[in-house]
């Protein structure tokens, strides 16, 4: 599918541009700052960056960090812990602020949508509210991921403020489960008004047809129905962690019906094998049908080029510890294999090093797959199935999920002799490389990091609080002084 088609929705006026008066008088005005928001999850200190390719991966040991000042410089303080350096206390300020301006920016079209309800047509005034409801709730989640405490340890913890209005006096830090109950809420309820969602009906990433609205093209561009379902079954999955509360059995019930409906809605085909195998000309390295919620961003292919090329050198360049991925990831003692459509869409041996070209920019730059990052995909729905039942101590239905999801990445079945967490959690490896996923899969079953795997002894990091919690920012401990 070529860019061409979904310039208009990309081709939107700015909204801090725009007077309140214009911007909220007509429907379009709302479809501007709601578009604004999408926009601005591309900037560097959320998904840009930041959320997805670089720190919250580095924070679960996916890139080889070694302990050279003068190539890794404020790396090593990520590695370590150390958060205490004017580097990482600007960074968590930057993420933290730019979240909680777009969700102040979702709280103003929120209030400002229930003032001027007569502008609207169609099916937009849900649609519109549902979408800015889940952008809310999916920005808040990270934040709690994040700067939250562990929730299966302390799920009464104090975490992080909800904030659902525009008012700009300091919000209340809630207790973890507080914040779990707010979640479910707002993304209850933008299901509720995605009932009527185009993608229903259309393909999920068709084009506006010539006599139709643009605003309403490229559902897997943005929180459709199917995105919040897959939202809730991140949640739901999240919260089950703790094994204690009376709601557990409830939530992994939710989370297993939320994540099924996303896969028994057959919207997100597995990738066309003819995309990935051989040597074909534009290669579907994000799987892109698979995508049920992708940000677009033209200049994507920065993300590989600021963080994977291998021309970077001398400077740092990410890439694996080649023998977690010879022996772990794609070697075949441990379900992997050169074979995984996973291994030869996105890696390539350079010298000892392997380098990671998921998102690097395909010889047609105009095709929408070449602008598209990864925010939910179908693959994930499986592992959230597969860990939910090994929770709940059924193996042969864990392996089950699992092996589904592996039937579509050219690799064999794995056998139920043996199948053990960690088999699970290699395959999320393989799933998730480079989507900044993994730490808060970590985080959830609160497990040891390993670093390296090696016949000589594997390197872990041992499961802490200081492991997992990252420090609240400058900003808001400030706020609170």
Not at 48 to 63: I, K, P, S
Not at 187 to 207: G, V
Request: aromatic letters at 14%.
């Amino acid at each position: 599918m070529s860019m061409t088609g979904c310039s208009k929705w990309l081709d939107v006026q700015p909204y801090d541009k725009i007077s309140e008066g214009e911007l909220f008088s007509t429907e379009s005005g709302f479809q501007r700052l709601l578009n604004g928001i999408y926009i601005d999850l591309n900037d560097d200190a959320l998904y840009g960056r930041t959320l997805t390719v670089e720190m919250v991966e580095l924070l679960a040991y996916n890139y080889k960090i070694d302990d050279d000042p003068t190539y890794w410089g404020d790396y090593i303080n990520l590695r370590d812990r150390n958060f205490t350096s004017d580097y990482w206390r600007r960074r968590l300020d930057d993420t933290w602020n730019k979240a909680y301006a777009l969700i102040r920016n979702c709280n103003t079209l929120l209030e400002n949508m229930e003032l001027h309800r007569e502008v609207f047509t169609g099916d937009n005034y849900d649609l519109i509210r549902g979408e800015a409801l889940a952008l809310r709730a999916l920005l808040h989640f990270d934040m709690f991921r994040l700067f939250g405490p562990v929730y299966k340890n302390d799920p009464e913890g104090i975490s992080i403020p909800y904030c659902t209005t525009t008012d700009l006096q300091v919000q209340e830090l809630l207790p973890a489960n507080e914040v779990i109950q707010c979640l479910l809420d707002d993304l209850n309820e933008a299901a509720r008004c995605l009932q009527n969602d185009p993608i229903f009906t259309d393909d999920p990433l068709a084009p506006a047809p010539a006599d139709g609205s643009v605003f309403t093209a490229y559902r897997a561009l943005r929180l459709n129905y199917y995105a919040v379902q897959a939202l809730l079954a991140r949640v739901y999955y999240y919260a089950a962690s703790d094994e204690t509360s009376e709601n557990t059995p409830q939530y992994i019930e939710n989370a297993i019906a939320c994540a099924d409906a996303v896969i028994s809605s057959q919207k997100f085909p597995f990738v066309d094998r003819s995309l990935v195998l051989g040597s074909p000309e534009n290669p579907d390295r994000i799987f892109h049908t698979e995508c049920i919620f992708a940000l677009t961003n033209a200049n994507r292919g920065q993300l590989f080029k600021v963080n994977f090329d291998p021309s970077l050198v001398p400077r740092p360049y990410f890439t694996i510890v080649p023998s977690n991925l010879e022996t772990i990831y794609f070697g075949g003692e441990y379900g992997g294999s050169t074979d995984d459509y996973r291994y030869i869409a996105n890696w390539s041996k350079i010298g000892e090093s392997y380098a990671f070209y998921k998102f690097a920019d395909l010889p047609d730059v105009s095709l929408l797959r070449n602008t598209m990052i990864p925010m939910i995909r179908l693959g994930e729905m499986y592992l959230i199935l597969a860990d939910l039942y090994l929770q709940n101590n059924d193996k042969s239905e864990s392996v089950k999920w699992v092996n589904h999801l592996r039937e579509h990445r050219g690799v064999s079945l794995l056998p139920e002799s043996g199948y053990i967490r960690a088999r699970w959690e290699y395959e999320l490896v393989r799933e998730l490389y480079g989507e900044g996923q993994t730490f808060y899969y970590y985080k959830r079953n609160y497990r040891n990091i390993t670093v390296k795997f090696s016949d000589m002894g594997d390197e872990t990091v041992s499961r802490s609080e200081k492991l997992y919690v990252i420090p609240m920012p400058d900003t808001e401990t400030e706020n609170r002084q």
